[in-house]
């Protein structure tokens, strides 16, 4: 019998993993060259096969995928209707903050899950080395046009801030994140001290 | 040297594939169930999978990607957004349409074309087992609800015209296709006549 937690982290990361891929494809639209569409585009398609690996973790566990989602499905929804970026600047910076918040998050939850599910965890941010080439994409447009950074700046703020409330209505909503309330205080602490470094990082004031 | 009108070919395609993907990850959103945003899905990863074989063959011949893509944006985005979907029964329809009439379309034209393009082309349609399950799809949508019959009819109407202006326009705008002006009508009339057919097959007056 699997964890309801495993479960419940298994629908929030299929899902997110399944919507992240629309958001960034559509978002690709508004990137100002070919190429730049391309880019977006292939970490669009990671998502996606990072969505089929989740999935059939879900099914050989006996989950229905679907149903293993749906409960996710209105607040990551409505994270994304609260975050949409106004052009591809800002689905650039959205990108990279929730790629390494989810990524930080995934690792500090890792210790509460089953061997299989921790591996599957890890091949997954494995296998979405985008942080870095967004990093550097971020870092390259703020050189080009300096203006930019307080608006991102700006943006980032409100992302880590719509990410972390987020973050603590899944745990409250699904089942329950193990631990006392003093991880979950801690947890919500260091995401947002990488954060603040990460923007730091980049030249901006988080 | 590669002849003017390979290089359009891929150029075309190229950006054709990129963009179907980017439209039907779009469009996927707007899928009944989780489970059919996924089967889209599966299927804009697809197209995107054939761009990035396009552009590693346009690579390989010396040319630059976007700018072999460039010349065709215009019309491709112009088609898209005549023939946007109104919703997701549209859609399916949409890449149903979309994905025969492009196959027929190269099929036709791969006796102008090299044995490494024409291979790269029969590849392509190869990977796309897709037509197959949207036709089954909309089968089983009209079957359920056959009052959408009247509608997709008059979509698939309009979806075929705009489609083979497109063509034509690409034609035009591109190197010409090689081939008297008789060959060009006679491609026309074999797509027209085709979609007919396989609008009929699905209970639809074409």
Redesign the interface.
């Known amino acids: 019998m699997t964890d309801r937690f495993v479960l419940d982290l298994l629908g929030v990361m299929a899902?997110g993993e399944?919507s992240a891929?629309?958001r960034l494809?559509?978002d690709?639209?508004f990137s100002p060259?070919?190429?730049d569409?391309?880019v977006l585009?292939?970490m669009?398609?990671t998502e996606?096969?990072n969505?089929?690996l989740v999935?059939e973790r879900l099914s050989g566990l006996g989950q229905d995928?679907?149903a293993a989602?749906?409960p996710f499905?209105p607040s990551i929804d409505a994270f994304h209707e609260r975050t949409r970026p106004a052009d591809w600047y800002e689905s650039i910076m959205k990108a990279y903050v929730i790629d390494t918040i989810s990524a930080d998050f995934y690792r500090s939850v890792s210790q509460f899950l089953d061997p299989a599910t921790a591996q599957l965890v890890q091949q997954i941010q494995d296998s979405a080395p985008t942080s870095d080439g967004l990093q550097e994409r971020l870092r390259q447009m703020l050189d080009d046009d300096p203006r930019l950074a307080s608006r991102l700046a700006l943006w980032g703020r409100r992302l880590v801030g719509e990410a972390l409330s987020q973050a603590q209505r899944v745990s409250i909503e699904g089942a329950a994140l193990p631990g006392a309330d003093a991880f979950r205080a801690e947890l919500m602490a260091a995401l947002t001290r990488n954060h603040s470094l990460r923007m730091s990082q980049l030249g901006l004031t988080a």
């Open positions: 899902y399944l891929f629309e494809s559509s690709a639209r060259s070919l190429r569409r391309a585009g292939r669009a398609v996606f096969g969505f089929e999935a995928v679907e989602m749906l499905q």
